[in-house]
Structure formats: structure tokens, C-alpha cells
């Protein structure tokens, strides 16, 4: 992962902690909205048994993914933190 250099002439540690926190609240909203509309069974048994499978398969791989950005963003977030105290 590549992150910022923290100088002068670019945006402040503090301006990008707080745009990586708000980042990852908003992360974190779309992980409990993606969590609440997991599949259900009832919707999928008119496709046969391995459907229901399948869609919560793909259902977990969205998770999955969704909580890797979060964790990349807080691994930026938490390199700021020490140059957001200094300014």
C-alpha cells in the first residue's frame, strides 16, 4: 500500500485522518446496510437448492471485500495519527 508523504506542502495529517475516519464511518454504514439485506432462503428455492448457495456465497465475497477497504483505509488512517498530533 502506498501512503501519503506528510510535509508542508501537501495535505495535513490531521486533513487526512479525519477524511480517512470519515471514510471508514461511512464504510462502516454500508456494512451493516449489506448486512441486513443478506439473502433468504425463501427468495431462492424457486431456482433449485444450489441457488441459495451461491447467493450467499457471493453475499459473504461482498463482505469480504467491503471489510478489506475498511481495513486498507484504517491502516491510512493510523498512519497519520502521529503527524495529526504534531500540527
Known amino acids: 500500500m502506498t501512503k ?6 501537501g495535505t495535513s495529517g ?13 464504510l462502516s454504514a454500508a456494512g ?14 424457486p431456482q ?8 450467499l456465497d457471493e453475499h459473504r465475497s461482498r463482505r469480504e471485500r467491503l471489510s478489506a477497504i475498511y481495513d486498507e483505509i484504517t491502516e491510512l488512517a493510523i498512519h497519520c495519527v502521529g503527524a495529526a498530533q504534531d500540527r
Do not use: F, S
Not at 433449485?48 to 451461491?54: K, L, N, P, T
Open 32 to 45: 451493516d446496510a449489506l448486512a441486513k439485506c443478506g439473502p433468504n432462503g425463501r427468495d431462492y428455492y
Open 4 to 9: 501519503p508523504t506528510i510535509h508542508m506542502n
Open 14 to 26: 490531521k486533513d487526512l485522518l479525519k477524511q480517512y475516519r470519515n471514510a471508514m464511518e461511512a
Open 48 to 55: 433449485g437448492q444450489e441457488a441459495i448457495v451461491a447467493a
